[in-house]
């Protein structure tokens, strides 16, 4: 069956321009997770959703970054007036509901800010 | 709070020699634990999990890991290695607070390079 889909794949913007990243996850799954991962660092958890709702938004980076679901499937992440930190690769994970449950994660998103 | 540490940034062994890749966490909670496996320009693949169960979980790839409550370690292991276990390994402890928020925590990876 179809996996977690991510698009784009690659993303090459300017400083200060805003991106939207997309997630598609599993479908049926609950939970809905981003993560980046930057050159040379591990993993970042940045916010999961369960359903519509994120309930925890701490692991955003800085307030240019927000989050959002609709329908209880896709998920947009979104990056306003970007930075050249930004760079890195955005995944995305799903899972049947949150709590103990096996994620399964897309291919990454991977963004390059001039 | 919680943390994983990995051990060791780098490690290389002989294809058909064991490979053991280590992990020590940290948290407030029972905690879940997962190893992740990460090949080159490729998404993360779950290898195994720990969610409080038998404490020898046996994965995918011939991988297992134990869980050991003492001494905090969840270390990854496999009898003899091979060519196409070249990547990054990545082990994860996952927490649910008493309000239900999930805290996620991912170690900062182990490359592993099989030698010819």
């Known amino acids: 069956g179809a996996g977690v889909s991510q698009s784009p794949s690659n993303k090459v913007t300017e400083k200060g321009k805003d991106v939207e990243l997309r997630c598609d996850p599993i479908?049926?799954?609950?939970?809905l997770y981003w993560y980046r991962q930057s050159l040379g660092q591990g993993l970042e958890f940045l916010i999961y959703?369960?359903?519509?709702?994120?309930?925890?938004k701490s692991g955003l980076p800085s307030d240019r970054f927000s989050a959002e679901r609709t329908g209880g499937s896709v998920s947009t992440l979104t990056i306003q007036r970007t930075q050249q930190e930004d760079s890195a690769v955005y995944l995305c994970?799903?899972?049947?509901?949150?709590?103990?449950?096996?994620?399964?994660f897309g291919p990454g998103t991977r963004l390059l800010v001039l | 709070a919680q943390s994983v540490t990995q051990l060791d940034s780098h490690v290389s062994v002989s294809e058909g020699t064991p490979v053991l890749l280590r992990c020590n966490y940290s948290?407030?909670?029972?905690?879940?634990l997962f190893w992740y496996v990460q090949h080159p320009n490729k998404g993360l693949q779950l290898l195994l999990k720990?969610?409080?169960?038998?404490?020898l979980v046996k994965g995918i790839n011939g991988f297992e890991a134990e869980f050991k409550k003492s001494e905090t370690s969840f270390h990854l292991t496999k009898p003899s290695a091979h060519m196409s276990d070249a990547a990054e390994y990545f082990c994860?402890?996952?927490?649910?607070?008493?309000?239900?928020?999930?805290?996620?925590?991912f170690g900062t990876g182990t490359r592993l390079t099989i030698i010819p």
């Open positions: 994970a799903s899972s049947l509901y949150r709590g103990g449950e096996t994620q399964y």
């Open positions: 994860v402890v996952r927490t649910l607070s008493n309000f239900g928020n999930e805290k996620l925590t």
């Open positions: 479908s049926g799954h609950t939970a």
């Open positions: 959703f369960q359903g519509n709702s994120a309930p925890d």
């Open positions: 720990y969610t409080s169960a038998a404490t």
């Open positions: 948290s407030s909670y029972s905690p879940s």
